[in-house]
């Protein structure tokens, strides 16, 4: 949606770099009224072989490539965390038990909060149908949703579908929302931080551009 050109830009640098993977493009037109959860349920009817797992990354991260590494041969439904920080007002916060969420959203209490969901998730794409409807149905009553709010009504409810948490540390990330992160972000990786991709997953990069940032 915004920026799409700026998204496209991205998607050809990485076909350039990883020439033996297929690549398509799903455009959320509706971006100033929606949230993440319209964009990745989007691109999600754009994937071909459905039963396989999905690996969602939002496109404001940038991370090293260790977490990354963590998460592709990790179990089906895991949501990669950092439970180092103190998290703020923006962060999306969680609450688990054995390792398993029991609530996320931006709305749980700062002094609840266990520590705060990154932006990497690698769904079944098995469960993913049940995901997609449960989806469909929140956006039928509120458009301008995250698409962490599918994973909060399938925890809060207990679901046969769960979601486990993989703490990230000692690894660096951040997110690039406002013009400060950007310099924060290149001051914490003076090299460029590339992610290898691996057979057997399909990835969703959500390519969210903040209408606040002036990268």
């Not at 964009?39 to 969602?56: A, D, M, R």
């Not at 041969?73 to 998290?87: F, Q, W």
């Amino acid at each position: 949606g915004y920026q799409e050109e700026n998204g496209r830009a991205i998607i050809e640098d990485l076909k350039e770099d990883y020439p033996g993977m297929d690549f398509s493009i799903a455009v959320n037109r509706e971006y100033l009224s929606t949230g993440t959860l319209a964009s990745l349920l989007i691109g999600y009817e754009t994937i071909p072989h459905k039963n396989e797992p999905l690996l969602v990354i939002e496109g404001d991260l940038v991370c090293d490539n260790e977490i990354i590494e963590k998460i592709v041969p990790a179990a089906e439904n895991t949501l990669a965390v950092d439970c180092s920080k103190v998290v703020d007002e923006e962060a999306m916060r969680f609450i688990s038990q054995g390792g398993v969420i029991k609530s996320i959203s931006k709305e749980i209490k700062l002094k609840d909060a266990q520590g705060e969901f990154i932006g990497i998730s690698k769904l079944s794409g098995k469960d993913f149908p049940t995901f997609y409807k449960i989806g469909q149905k929140l956006l039928e009553k509120e458009k301008d949703l995250f698409y962490e709010s599918v994973m909060d009504k399938l925890a809060k409810e207990q679901n046969k579908i769960s979601f486990k948490i993989l703490n990230i540390e000692p690894y660096r990330w951040t997110e690039i929302d406002f013009p400060l992160e950007y310099k924060k972000a290149r001051e914490i990786f003076t090299k460029d931080v590339k992610i290898s991709l691996f057979s057997g997953i399909i990835f969703i990069f959500l390519l969210i551009f903040s209408r606040s940032c002036l990268v």
